[in-house]
């Protein structure tokens, strides 16, 4: 058997919590919960998290529209003329439905100011390690 790292073990729990999580909102804040499922209420407690979890967006995790904390279902498909952004599926069906851009977060607007528009690929890599949550 192969021997697992700690850090692989907490990065799978972390991507099934992101998939099956609820989200929701408490006191203002994007917020992840276990909807009192069981196995996401163990997943909550091996990482340490509290049950709701606050999202942070800190590590573009969530979905690149100015508000949104939902997980991201799809990139770059949509709205391409402006960048390639990570959506989640509210933002894809909507853009899907050819309906105007919103307002993307100040972090995604500037990972894009950086792309090349003959390859499409981010001419440096952007730094995502801000500490501040984008709203």
């Known amino acids: 058997m192969?021997?697992?790292?700690?850090?692989?073990?907490?990065?799978a729990l972390e991507d099934l919590i992101w998939q099956f999580a609820?989200?929701?909102?408490?006191?203002?804040?994007?917020?992840?919960?276990?909807?009192?499922?069981s196995a996401l209420e163990g997943a909550f407690r091996a990482l340490g998290w509290d049950d709701p979890h606050v999202i942070e967006d800190v590590d573009g995790s969530c979905c690149d529209v100015a508000?949104?904390?939902?997980?991201?279902?799809?990139?770059?498909?949509?709205?391409?003329?402006?960048?390639?952004?990570?959506?989640?599926?509210?933002?894809?069906?909507?853009?899907?439905?050819?309906?105007?851009?919103?307002?993307?977060?100040?972090?995604?607007?500037?990972?894009?100011?950086?792309?090349?528009?003959e390859t499409g690929f981010l001419s440096y890599p952007p730094d995502l390690t801000s500490t501040e949550p984008q709203i």
């Open 67 to 117: 508000g949104c904390f939902e997980g991201i279902a799809c990139g770059g498909s949509y709205w391409r003329e402006t960048g390639y952004w990570s959506l989640c599926s509210k933002h894809a069906e909507m853009a899907r439905e050819d309906k105007p851009q919103p307002q993307m977060k100040e972090r995604a607007l500037e990972r894009e100011s950086h792309r090349n528009k």
């Open 22 to 37: 609820y989200h929701g909102e408490k006191n203002g804040q994007p917020v992840l919960h276990t909807g009192g499922l």
């Open 2 to 11: 192969r021997e697992v790292k700690e850090e692989d073990l907490r990065d």
